[in-house]
């Protein structure tokens, strides 16, 4: 009996094709732009959302307030790291530096060559920690461990930069390169990939004490400027709240930084779950989206299924007049309400489930037009599955 209705549902459709024609394509649309918009939405919402302490990973941030305003910055001052972990053993303190428009240099295997024409300049992506940056973060290590970035001179690179460096990941192992003409470094470690979702976009990540030891990138012992680039990250035992910390760390910048200042400075702990969200912060990815944006796009996406259903709805209403002359026939051919009824579901299933057809096809062919490809393709993969 059901094949029936469709059967004949479908023959309805082809006998008013222009009916058909504007109800599935007008559907589609609607259908297409908003999972487009909730594969965005959701995109942006899971940031960092793969690191196990999620919750329990801050940042200390510094807020400056002036005669004319507050002023707020990602970034501490070089000394508030070893500060931070004589003043609070019970958190896990990681440093880290970021390094823009370096270049890189490829050695080799011999540390003292300078024959080497491959030459890089990385934008973004040169970073460096400290081994308790990877004890608050956790990432997937291909070859070594966290305790190499406690040595001067180590290096570690992900999978793709040492594909990109030396062909082969497993054979970057050992090799040198060199830092902005500057520090000559060993590749000691290889990281896997990080997930393109994260404002985290290791690529390099050198030991710090190199960093400390170096005088190229202008590391100071001073407490009165502040730097972006230095970001200190926290992760919070269980019994530990935000709360207390936030308290205990209104006195930190008195007590370190003794020295007048223009401003009234005081630090406090931004959760890592509003470092893609929050705008009064940079971050170390490529951009920052508020949660108010990420609401009117979800409510855009909203009221376009909502004005597709509209039109679907309006389509169907104005046909049914026109088969006024059908449904008597039909009646007096024997047809009851149900009858009715699941002839005219069958003609909506059909149209329904070729305009969703229709709306991921779309959907599809519109994805390269967004940005961070990869990833949401996998979105896109999860969601239509």
Same mark, same amino acid.
């Given at each position: ?195 393109? %979702?994260? /404002?985290?976009?290791? *690529?390099?990540?050198?030991?710090? #004490? &190199?960093? =400390? ?62 470092? %893609?969200? /929050?705008?009064?912060? *940079?971050?170390?990815?490529?951009? #920052? &989206?508020? =949660? ?94």
């Amino acid at each position: 009996m059901f094949r029936n209705y469709l059967k004949t549902a479908f023959r309805n459709l082809l006998r008013n094709k222009g009916y058909a024609a504007i109800n599935i394509s007008g559907l589609a649309v609607g259908i297409a732009a908003c999972v487009l918009l909730f594969i965005v939405v959701h995109y942006e919402l899971s940031y960092d959302k793969f690191q196990p302490n999620y919750s329990g990973i801050y940042r200390v941030v510094t807020q400056d307030k002036y005669s004319d305003g507050i002023q707020y910055t990602e970034g501490t001052p070089y000394p508030a790291l070893d500060a931070m972990r004589t003043d609070f053993p019970q958190l896990t303190t990681g440093v880290l530096y970021s390094s823009y428009g370096s270049q890189v240099t490829i050695l080799g295997k011999d540390a003292t060559s300078n024959s080497s024409e491959k030459k890089f300049i990385e934008s973004t992506g040169v970073f460096f920690a400290d081994p308790q940056f990877f004890s608050v973060f956790q990432y997937k290590w291909l070859a070594g461990s966290s305790s190499l970035l406690a040595e001067p001179n180590n290096t570690v690179l992900t999978k793709k930069m040492a594909e990109k460096y030396f062909g082969n990941w497993k054979s970057a192992i050992g090799q040198f390169i060199k830092l902005d003409n500057a520090l000559t470094l060993k590749v000691a470690g290889i990281l896997e990939d990080v997930p393109a %979702h994260s /404002d985290f976009p290791l *690529g390099i990540v050198t030991s710090y #004490i &190199t960093f =400390k030891n170096s005088k190229a990138y202008g590391y100071t012992t001073d407490w009165g400027s502040t730097s972006s680039n230095e970001q200190l990250y926290v992760l919070l035992p269980k019994n530990v709240t935000a709360d207390n910390i936030n308290k205990q760390l209104f006195s930190f910048e008195k007590k370190h930084h003794t020295s007048s200042g223009r401003s009234e400075r005081i630090n406090f702990l931004q959760p890592l779950s509003e470092i %893609h969200f /929050d705008n009064r912060f *940079g971050s170390l990815g490529d951009h #920052i &989206t508020t =949660k108010s944006t990420l609401w009117t796009l979800s409510l855009i996406g909203l009221f376009i299924i909502i004005m597709a259903c509209i039109n679907f709805i309006n389509l169907a209403t104005a046909q049914a007049v026109n088969r006024s002359k059908e449904i008597g026939i039909r009646k007096v051919l024997g047809s009851n309400r149900w009858n009715l009824f699941w002839q005219m579901m069958g003609e909506t299933v059909i149209i329904v489930f070729t305009a969703l057809i229709l709306a991921v096809a779309i959907a599809d062919v519109c994805l390269p037009l967004i940005k961070h490809i990869d990833s949401i393709n996998e979105s896109f993969s999860i969601f239509i599955a």
